[in-house]
């Protein structure tokens, strides 16, 4: 299949969340779904970088502020969302994210990536769920990552409280957890006769600046470090432009189906246009989806929707 931002078609009248969208795929995302007409929420953790994103965006936009590193952010932002949007949302899209840091907690003493990646998304996506039902065909997309096939899951000790901290680990945990949380919400939403759309995607080997930032916290030589990663980054890696287009495919696309996976269609998933991307055996585990559900529940003290 070829695909590009080219074949979206007018977006005017609907409205989208992004999250993250103060650089990379998130950015992207927000700049192509502005431009076809769609509103743009532009979530970010700092509101200097956020103006600063706004500012390159051309079409309708505005700024929310959203910490996913902070549950009582992630309250205010959903009242913000839907006070401004009257309660309707076509487009949730869960893009932002964290890699490889150093061991260190959020606000609520989650594991950061854990509770970043996977737990902040998870209790915005149920908060907003009554904004999204209200438009017919709306859509939750949330951003995995090849690296979910790492090991390292262990939904009994979610913030390594028992287990040695592994950054690698940590990020690969979290991006199982993101995938296993799409498909337990499709399987939700079908069970409950809800018409959201529950959609995950990833952007295979993309030239952000997730690596280079993560290299950039590794100790003494860490700038030395993250020079060195934007090099090899731009050698090895696709452009932001084509890294978005599964999320994009996954978030207004015709035809795009709850439970999808959308990735690459190159080998390894890693370069590519948008095509139909295969998860590990785990993150279809409905067992293990389940019980990710209800841990994340107890864990952030948000009631999940749909029940």
């Not at 952010?73 to 490889?100: F, Q, Y």
Request: aromatic share 4%.
């Amino acid at each position: 299949m070829t695909w590009s931002a080219d074949n979206i078609g007018d977006l005017g009248g609907k409205t989208v969340l992004v999250t993250g969208a103060n650089s990379g795929l998130g950015l992207r995302s927000a700049q192509v779904l502005a431009q076809h007409g769609a509103h743009v929420l532009v979530g970010c953790r700092s509101i200097e970088r956020g103006r600063a994103a706004i500012a390159t965006i051309d079409g309708p936009a505005e700024l929310l502020e959203l910490d996913l590193a902070d549950l009582a952010s992630v309250r205010k932002a959903v009242a913000e969302v839907r006070e401004r949007t009257g309660d309707r949302l076509d487009v949730l899209m869960n893009n932002a994210g964290i890699m490889g840091t150093p061991s260190s907690t959020t606000v609520d003493g989650f594991e950061l990536q854990i509770g970043t990646n996977h737990l902040g998304h998870a209790a915005l996506t149920w908060l907003l769920m009554p904004a999204l039902r209200a438009k017919p065909g709306a859509r939750v997309v949330t951003l995995s990552s090849i690296a979910h096939r790492g090991g390292g899951f262990d939904v009994d000790d979610l913030n390594f409280e028992r287990r040695r901290y592994s950054a690698a680990g940590a990020y690969s945990q979290s991006k199982l957890a993101n995938l296993l949380f799409a498909m337990e919400l499709d399987r939700r939403l079908r069970a409950a006769g809800h018409a959201v759309l529950s959609v995950a995607a990833h952007p295979g080997m993309t030239d952000t600046s997730l690596a280079t930032n993560s290299a950039r916290l590794r100790g003494p030589f860490g700038a030395v470090a993250a020079k060195v990663v934007a090099v090899g980054n731009k050698l090895v890696t696709q452009s932001v432009e084509r890294g978005a287009l599964p999320q994009l495919y996954a978030a207004v696309a015709p035809g795009v189906e709850g439970g999808q996976y959308w990735g690459p269609s190159g080998p390894g998933e890693l370069f590519g246009a948008p095509a139909l991307a295969k998860p590990r055996a785990a993150a279809l585990n409905p067992d293990l989806g389940r019980t990710l559900w209800e841990r994340t529940a107890t864990l952030t003290g948000v009631s999940p929707d749909p029940t």
